[in-house]
């Protein structure tokens, strides 16, 4: 076992992880953070999404020892408080993008950081970024249009703001 400092949501833990731990399992065990889901466990589902340094990362296939220093982002600090949705999780739950639910963390996720990165993206561009995580529920025009709807949330938000 060895101590690692995992820097989740802006808080450090300390946790204790055999060197071959993954990080999906470090969050989920050691942390206490289940919303990171695993699915297949080989990185295809995209279900463990997770965001190092603001880039979305399969959690399942990076060991948690590998992340010390880094800035890990997971669905529990998505939102600015328990009571207050962050726009991407209002836009799944109004376009219906939600399903039942076990991709939709590791889909926020990435969703989540396409938009910071294109904050208009087009359907392809949507499409092109999501493609890594797979809904078994098959509902991938409706994950289109939340996406669509959290990009036109974000731009009405800032322009209230200016």
């Not at 820097?7 to 946790?15: D, K, L, M, S, Y």
């Not at 890594?132 to 529920?137: E, I, K, M, S």
């Given at each position: 076992m060895r101590a690692v400092n995992l820097?989740?949501?802006?808080?450090?833990?300390?946790?204790f992880v055999e060197d071959r731990t993954s990080l999906a399992d470090a969050l989920r065990e050691e942390c206490g953070?289940?919303?990171t889901r695993?699915?297949?466990e080989h990185g295809v589902c995209g279900a463990c999404t997770v965001l190092i340094n603001n880039r979305p990362e399969r959690s399942c296939l990076v060991l948690a020892t590998q992340?010390?220093?880094d800035a890990i982002g997971t669905i529990e600090g998505l939102a600015k408080s328990p009571t207050v949705l962050a726009p991407i999780q209002r836009a799944f739950r109004e376009a219906h993008g939600l399903q039942c639910g076990f991709c939709t963390s590791g889909m926020l996720l990435t969703a989540q950081s396409l938009l910071e990165h294109d904050p208009d993206p087009s359907p392809e561009?949507?499409?092109d970024w999501m493609h890594?995580?797979?809904?078994?529920?098959t509902g991938f025009d409706q994950i289109v249009e939340s996406v669509q709807l959290a990009a036109s949330m974000i731009k009405q938000d800032q322009e209230r703001e200016e």
């Open positions: 820097e989740v949501n802006g808080i450090v833990h300390e946790v953070l289940t919303g695993l699915g297949c992340t010390e220093g561009t949507i499409r890594g995580n797979l809904c078994r529920c």
